[in-house]
Structures are given as C-alpha cells and as structure tokens.
C-alpha cells in the first residue's frame, strides 16, 4: 500500500504539536535489526511531502507498540511537545485502555494484577515475578471481562504502569495468554503473525494548550474484532 493513503488511512489527528495515528499490526514502530521501514519512517515522509518541509523531519516517539500489537500512538512534532508528553507518561497522569482477544474461558469479571517483571534483553521477553528482585519492576494492571465468545474470552486493560511486554506476560503469566502470542504461552500463531492486543484509548493532556484529549482507535479489520467492537459500541 502507498504510504501516503496508508498514513490518511489510519490518521486519527493532527495539530501543529501532534500527531495521533492508529498503528496497523505487523508495521515496526521504531527501525530495528531486520532493516524493515518504520512507522516513524514512514511518518516523517507524510511530513515532508504533505507539509513540503526540506531536510530532516522531526518527529518524537512519546511511547511504543509491539510490531504484532495495533492501536493508537501519539507523536510530538516539536522537542517542547516532547518533553511534556514524557513527563505526563513517566508520571502516569496518561490513561491508556487495551483491548485483548485472549485464550481461555472462566475469566474473573475484573481484577487487579500486580507483579514485578525483569526483561531477558537477549530473548525479548519478560518475565513475570511474583516479588522483587533485582533488575525487576513493579507491574500493575486492572482487567475487566467484557464479552464470552466461542472459543476465547474479550478484556479491556487498563495500564497502570508500562513496562516491557507488560499485558502480554502479566496476562499469560495468570492463565490466559493473547490469542497469537506463541511467546508467552498462545497454542498457535494467527495467519498474519500477530496477536490480539490492540491499544483503544489514549487519554492526556495536549501539552501546549492543556485541554484534555481523549483518542480511540478502531479495531483492525478482521471478524473476531469486529464481533468485540459490536458489543462494545
């Protein structure tokens, strides 16, 4: 697909200090080892075209996604922007909603998980600790069930604090894993290779003009999706 129509696809919202956009999954957020084209990339482009800028474009990364993970992400386009936004994450004033797909049935209506989880750098995982230790950080989430369906069960996730592969482990870690997530435990891998974790919301503050901002993301196109966005609206 051009970029371009991808970008005006997925574009959620624009101002002269942001930029929101709804991530496809299985599109890098970041450029890696693999040398695939980024998100970032792929944004800084849509700038320079769109705004007919010259040079290097500037574009900060406030946050991440996993490549098999969709959603919504906000970027600032000056350092100011920048530096607030951060601020805002690193004092956990952001509220950020997920959505998962996940395997198993007789989930809790709701619950609080709190755990520690320390990064293996090596293997690209966490792991999910039931105390400190050292390396190891404080991990807490809130998970509601939303919907049954056939043959897996439809929860929304509230992050409270955002580490490394935070749902996915912390999720697998209490019995269900995302539907797809070969690494933390799923039975098989989804056709396209990714996993059902999809960021809905993000809620914050613009950092210029202060007004709180709230943004949703809607689902991938894909049935099972769907059905959960059905029950949803």
């Not at 970032?40 to 007919?52: A, E, G, M, Q, V």
């Not at 969709?70 to 922007?81: D, E």
Request: hydrophobic fraction near 35%.
């Amino acid at each position: 697909m051009n970029n371009i129509k991808l970008v005006n696809q997925n574009l959620i919202y624009e101002d002269n200090h942001l930029l929101v956009f709804n991530k496809p999954p299985g599109i890098l957020v970041q450029g890696d080892k693999t040398g695939d084209i980024s998100l970032l990339d792929i944004l800084k482009n849509y700038l320079k075209i769109t705004k007919n800028k010259e040079g290097n474009v500037y574009l900060g990364l406030v946050h991440r996604l996993d490549r098999t993970s969709s959603g919504v992400m906000v970027f600032s386009k000056t350092s100011k922007a920048l530096s607030r936004l951060n601020k805002q994450f690193k004092n956990r004033e952001v509220l950020k909603t997920y959505w998962a797909i996940v395997e198993g049935k007789n989930i809790p209506k709701k619950e609080k998980l709190i755990n520690w989880v320390k990064k293996n750098q090596k293997k690209n995982k966490s792991m999910v600790l039931n105390k400190e230790l050292e390396g190891s950080k404080r991990a807490i989430l809130t998970y509601r069930l939303k919907n049954n369906l056939k043959n897996y069960s439809f929860i929304e996730v509230e992050l409270e604090t955002g580490r490394h592969h935070q749902i996915r482990s912390q999720i697998a870690y209490r019995g269900f894993p995302i539907k797809g997530d070969l690494k933390y435990g799923s039975k098989r891998s989804n056709k396209n290779s990714c996993i059902y974790l999809h960021s809905r919301q993000l809620t914050f503050f613009h950092p210029v003009t202060k007004k709180k901002l709230r943004f949703v993301a809607r689902c991938p196109k894909d049935s099972l999706w769907e059905s959960c966005e059905e029950v949803s609206s």
